[in-house]
């Protein structure tokens, strides 16, 4: 079965400093596609970033970029310079290509500390 | 643009009532979900809609049921519900794009429902 583990249930971090947040996941399939969310206090859920399985270069969006491992399924999501604002819960995601079935990992609590 | 829509935002149920979850998305996408989420346990794929007139089951469809109105709408249904259905329901629309050269699909989420059965 398809997995995806977020083993830092939460994580703190004072503001201005990085923070890595880490996810693993499990599967046979060699096309597909990874997500981090964020969910503040609203609950509204908000894609962060986005890597697709075949790109080699890890993708980034401003102060966010994950370090993608494809070989040790890892999946890693950086945060420079941590704003109070980060402060959310994140959920890591995968997609297998060519379906619509979203896995998502139990998430970990980012607390920012002013 | 409002996005994704759900109602009602809460909701207290006594076991073995019924009722249905609205969602609806303005962004004309295909693509439609419903989620639930529970304490620990991350979000959890309980039915999709791929297209108009489609839908499967996810990973916990037991108890639910689910109507694809027509593009717009995709509508949850609890027939007779329990407190396991205790939760927080989220809806989402998708749409598989091309950006940048890559095919990539994204999720847009309601804000939620939270449901209590008692």
Redesign the interface.
């Known amino acids: 079965a398809q997995t995806v583990t977020q083993s830092q249930p939460e994580m703190s971090v004072q503001e201005a400093e990085t923070v890595t947040l880490s996810c693993t996941y499990d599967t046979s399939e060699s096309d597909y596609y990874l997500f981090w969310y964020k969910q503040p206090p609203s609950r509204q859920m908000i894609l962060v970033i986005r890597q697709e399985a075949y790109k080699q270069q890890n993708a980034t969006e401003n102060r966010f970029s994950v370090n993608f491992q494809k070989a040790a399924k890892s999946f890693s999501l950086k945060i420079s310079d941590s704003q109070l604002g980060d402060a959310a819960m994140y959920f890591c995601a995968y997609l297998p290509s060519g379906t619509y079935k979203y896995i998502f990992g139990t998430g970990t609590r980012l607390k920012v500390l002013a | 643009n409002a996005g994704v829509t759900q109602t009602p935002k809460f909701q207290v149920l006594k076991t073995g009532q019924s009722m249905t979850l609205q969602c609806a998305q303005d962004m004309n996408h295909n693509?439609m979900?419903w989620?639930r989420q529970d304490p620990?346990?991350?979000?959890?794929?309980i039915y999709?809609s791929?297209s108009e007139g489609t839908t499967?089951k996810?990973?916990v469809p037991n108890g639910y049921n689910v109507s694809r109105l027509n593009k717009r709408e995709f509508s949850l249904r609890l027939e007779s519900a329990a407190p396991s259905q205790t939760s927080?329901y989220?809806c989402?629309s998708?749409e598989w794009s091309l950006a940048g050269g890559?095919s990539?699909?994204?999720?847009?989420?309601g804000?939620?429902t939270r449901l209590t059965v008692l």
């Not at chain 2, 620990?40 to 794929?45: E, F, H, S, V, Y």
């Not at chain 2, 990539?104 to 989420?109: G, H, I, K, P, R």
């Open positions: 693509s979900y989620y620990g346990m991350g979000l959890r794929l999709y791929a499967d996810g990973e927080v989220f989402a998708s890559t990539t699909d994204t999720q847009y989420f804000p939620g």
